[in-house]
């Protein structure tokens, strides 16, 4: 297991920056755009379903963050009640489905749940049935295209989902992020990204 984690690793550092594309409902899933007057936006870091109410519990509670908890698909199901009220919702630390989540890929189960007919995995860090690191995307609205990319950074498993409304010659972006902690990092991803949205107006 040790030696596949590795190698699973050592891929994605030498391939940071390559566009790619994850498991998604398809893109013939949600409604249209046209005649939208406004979209309702929320980005939601769940932790991979771990309830977090104190700075003790990010020591107490770490454990979760590797072994499944029966409390967890408690928790997804109260996050998927609170985005019931919105249109499209990037998420961050979600599970793709392994151990720890109960085999469960958390970014369809919300999507079911929450009533989101369109729904994007971005598989970061895959470390097969131990941990399926993610970003998400889910939308109520059918999205023109989706692109994912693999941020630059030194540990690698970083990523974005560039998502595109509207028409082709003038579309709405929008871009979900996973950021490194630390400020030079978090520049230097910032600055990858300005690259890929810079020709575009409504961002």
Request: glycine share 8%; proline share 3%; aromatic share 10%.
């Amino acid at each position: 297991m040790y030696r596949d984690i590795k190698s699973r690793i050592n891929s994605y550092r030498h391939n940071q920056v390559t566009k790619v594309h994850g498991k998604s409902s398809g893109f013939e899933c949600g409604g249209s755009f046209e005649g939208q007057n406004h979209i309702r936006l929320l980005t939601f870091n769940i932790q991979v379903g771990i309830s977090t109410f104190s700075y003790r519990h990010y020591l107490t509670r770490s454990w979760q963050h590797f072994l499944p908890n029966r409390t967890r698909t408690e928790n997804l199901n109260k996050i998927s009640m609170l985005l019931q009220h919105y249109d499209a919702v990037a998420l961050q630390e979600v599970d793709g489905g392994s151990i720890r989540s109960g085999f469960i890929n958390q970014v369809q189960y919300l999507a079911e749940a929450g009533g989101f007919p369109f729904w994007y995995q971005q598989l970061n860090r895959n470390l097969g049935r131990v941990a399926q690191h993610s970003n998400g995307f889910l939308s109520r609205i059918q999205p023109l295209s989706v692109d994912e990319y693999r941020l630059p950074s030194i540990i690698p498993g970083r990523g974005a989902i560039v998502v595109k409304y509207g028409k082709e010659s003038d579309p709405l972006v929008l871009v979900v992020m996973h950021l490194s902690l630390s400020a030079k990092a978090q520049n230097k991803q910032l600055g990858f990204i300005r690259e890929i949205i810079s020709d575009y107006k409504h961002v």
